[in-house]
């Protein structure tokens, strides 16, 4: 998950909603509030998955560490699966 402090954009509708101005202390504080709630629901999720198989992708090698991701993982958002691999 991801949010934003909300900020014109040329063009948007919400610019013209002037009863809606927000101070940007406020903004500030809800957007820091959400980011910890998920960061503690992401990691509750990702704990569910320690431990469990199931098919990945893997991107590169890090030495002998296959660093992958799962279907339900998109590259430079979520975490990896990292993966000792036996040496050969």
Do not use: H
Not at 49 to 61: A, E, N
């Amino acid at each position: 998950m991801g949010c934003f402090e909300y900020s014109p954009v040329e063009g948007a509708a919400a610019n013209d909603l002037r009863e809606a101005v927000v101070p940007d202390e406020v903004k500030a504080e809800r957007r820091a509030r959400f980011m910890e709630l998920s960061a503690e629901i992401s990691a509750a999720r990702l704990a569910q998955k320690v431990g469990r198989s199931m098919q990945v992708l893997i991107d590169r090698m890090d030495g002998n560490t296959a660093v992958a991701r799962s279907a339900s993982d998109a590259p430079e958002i979520d975490g990896t699966v990292r993966m000792p691999m036996p040496r050969a």
